[in-house]
């Protein structure tokens, strides 16, 4: 079946850091979408692509969409602690139900 | 606007015992719901999603059933708790199929 894969399943970073996580679809997407949960927290939505080389930005997140529309990258520059999270991608099948990676987990090292 | 509700937000319980979590939306119709699964430290495992009334799509064979009795309810329910039903159980739902998901707090559930 279809699937959503996400790499790194950790990254640890120094405050000030960037950090990167990736998404691979093994189909194409008609859109892809990205969650934050804080721990203990629940996923919260970030942002959703949709087209073909979408890149959009949220202060210090950048979201890619690849060319192909089966890969997806969100970027963040500088992280500060409040960056702490899983962050997921997740992307419709073709039941429109959503294929979810297996998070990024972000680490701020002390 | 729209606001979903999911509780108990802690839960022990011991094997064997039954289980009933409820979630409920509010502020929209017809909305598709979903229950998840997420052990500690994990990915989400979606376990049951509902596009209406009595409609109930299973996404993994286990001791665990779902129940949309009412347009914006969701019940996640078990007869006898095995102790790897341990978990993080979320609900969501979505709007529209291209639409993002919400979710609810959360109900952390530990088996003894």
């Known amino acids: 079946g279809q699937q959503v894969m996400q790499i790194p399943q950790y990254q640890h970073v120094q405050e000030g850091e960037d950090f990167t996580t990736y998404c691979n679809s093994s189909t194409t997407l008609s859109n892809i979408q990205w969650y934050k949960q804080r721990p203990g927290g629940h996923p919260v939505f970030l942002i959703q692509?949709?087209?073909s080389g979408e890149v959009k930005k949220q202060k210090r997140l950048t979201f890619q969409f690849g060319e192909a529309k089966k890969n997806s990258s969100l970027h963040i520059t500088a992280t500060q602690t409040t960056d702490v999270g899983t962050y997921f991608c997740a992307g419709p099948d073709s039941n429109y139900q959503l294929i979810w990676g297996a998070g990024t987990k972000l680490i701020i090292k002390p | 606007s729209q606001t979903i509700h999911q509780w108990p937000a802690t839960l022990v319980q011991p094997v064997g015992s039954p289980l009933s979590l409820e979630c409920t939306v509010e502020?929209?119709?017809?909305?598709?719901l979903y229950w998840y699964r997420q052990a500690a430290g994990r990915g989400l495992q979606l376990l049951f999603y509902s596009v209406g009334i009595g409609q109930i799509s299973s996404e993994v064979p286990q001791n665990l059933s779902a129940s949309r009795p009412q347009d914006r309810q969701f019940i996640l329910s078990s007869k006898k708790l095995l102790l790897s039903d341990s978990g993080f159980y979320l609900c969501?739902?979505?709007?529209?199929?291209?639409?993002?998901?919400?979710f609810g707090q959360g109900t952390r559930l530990t088996v003894v």
């Open positions: 502020g929209t119709s017809n909305p598709n």
């Open positions: 969501a739902w979505r709007g529209q199929p291209s639409s993002e998901a919400f």
């Open positions: 692509l949709v087209k």
